[in-house]
């Protein structure tokens, strides 16, 4: 069965940083491309950014370029998303899933929240 | 890129059918056969019921259909049950390794 289990949301004060990570099992991680995708509190989906299989190429929506870098370690089935410069419209349950073209396996999600 | 447009609601008796439109512009949906629909219930991430237009995932209802024409994709839910009631959204793939969703939908069943 595929499991995606994302971890790491917090409170953060705008500007600060943060590291959400997805422990992928139940399929082979390294034979994937994987991709974040959040949601802001009562509002709609919008996809983040994604990374290919090898981690060689990743791929960002406009409004995160150069704050939010996304990676991945295979050998510890993970994936990661590393945030910085958070910025309030930032806050949202981040969900985690897998990428074959279509995004097909979602996490439950991990929420964060930028606020002072 | 843009937002996908879809109607704000949706409603429909039990046993109607109901659609939900899903339109794009320069958003890759009449440029790529990899629209995908999902449904999500309060609280809970969402699930696939259609992917590459008109697929169906393993053990989703074939009560949902899908279909693609031009620049607008649609989700037909034919014999509308209570369950169905949740919100849905339309997904596609607009190059570059890149995703668009539309802006979503909530259905009711009166």
């Known amino acids: 069965e595929v499991q995606l289990v994302e971890s790491g949301g917090a409170l953060v004060q705008p500007g600060g940083s943060l590291r959400l990570s997805c422990e992928a099992s139940?399929?082979?991680?390294?034979?994937?491309?994987m991709t974040w995708v959040r949601q802001a509190p009562g509002k709609g989906l919008e996809w983040v950014a994604n990374?290919?299989?090898?981690?060689?190429?990743?791929f960002y929506v406009d409004s995160v370029k150069g704050r939010f870098t996304i990676s991945r370690d295979n050998a510890k089935n993970s994936v990661y998303l590393h945030m910085n410069s958070l910025r309030a419209e930032d806050t949202a349950v981040y969900y985690c899933?897998?990428?074959?073209?279509?995004?097909?396996?979602w996490g439950q999600g991990t929420l964060v929240t930028v606020s002072s | 890129q843009s937002a996908l447009t879809q109607p704000a609601s949706v409603s429909g008796s039990p046993g109607q059918s109901i659609t939900i439109s899903c339109t794009g512009t320069s958003s890759g949906v009449g440029t790529y056969n990899l629209v995908s629909w999902y449904q999500q219930h309060p609280g809970v991430a969402p699930k696939l019921i259609i992917y590459?237009?008109?697929e169906r995932p393993s053990g989703v209802s074939s009560r949902f259909s899908g279909s693609t024409s031009g620049n607008t994709a649609s989700l037909t839910i034919s014999g509308l049950q209570a369950e169905d009631e949740a919100h849905y959204y339309c997904c596609s793939y607009a190059g570059s390794s890149s995703y668009v969703f539309g802006t979503g939908t909530t259905v009711s069943v009166l």
């Open positions: 139940g399929f082979e991680l390294s034979r994937y491309y």
């Open positions: 990374i290919k299989q090898d981690g060689a190429e990743k």
């Open positions: 899933a897998r990428d074959t073209g279509t995004i097909d396996y």
């Open positions: 590459e237009g008109n």
